[in-house]
């Protein structure tokens, strides 16, 4: 693995073409190798910033070469997935990126790590994120990175597998 100086920002109005730049090259990646975990309108712009007005989104950083590397945002609720076993102490991960020239580095085990220490830091028990049900690799890499399969969620044209992460106040 590549030594990286990762540090973690909150996007801002003005990165906010950053973070759809990363969008964008994850969802033509996916689209390239047959992997619906997500549809065109979900990573317009104007998806971007109604994610941004509705969460806690980050941009990861690379300071020792000063670019942005990743990207993901965090939800308090998240009744859509969640569909009534929501918990309070609980944060909601959501489009965990790595920008395609960073992928293979084992970024986004860094990046959960971050996330999870900023959760940490602010008294949340429990960090919660899904993914398509049928993307294997995907599944596989949560489970990896210690979540725990807490069920599937069914929507119309989709089908979710829930994890979860009990985080301990050290």
């Not at 317009?44 to 969460?55: D, G, H, I, K, Q």
């Not at 980050?58 to 300071?63: I, M, Q, S, T, Y």
């Not at 991960?93 to 986004?108: K, N, S, T």
Request: include cysteine; charge should be neutral.
């Amino acid at each position: 693995m590549i030594k990286m100086n990762l540090t973690l920002e909150r996007a801002t109005a003005s990165s906010l073409l950053v973070v759809h730049a990363l969008w964008e090259d994850a969802y033509r990646f996916m689209a390239a190798n047959g992997i619906e975990q997500w549809r065109p309108e979900q990573v317009t712009l104007a998806a971007v910033t109604y994610a941004f007005e509705r969460s806690e989104m980050f941009l990861v950083r690379d300071a020792s070469e000063n670019v942005f590397v990743g990207t993901f945002f965090l939800l308090r609720s998240d009744p859509h997935v969640w569909k009534g076993d929501e918990r309070p102490d609980a944060a909601y991960l959501h489009r965990l990126v790595v920008g395609r020239r960073y992928a293979g580095l084992g970024l986004g085990k860094r990046m959960l790590e971050l996330a999870e220490a900023y959760m940490r830091d602010r008294g949340i028990a429990c960090f919660r994120l899904d993914c398509m049900a049928d993307n294997a690799k995907l599944n596989a890499f949560y489970r990896s990175a210690g979540f725990a399969y807490k069920g599937r969620a069914d929507g119309a044209g989709w089908s979710a597998s829930l994890y979860e992460k009990e985080l301990s106040s050290s």
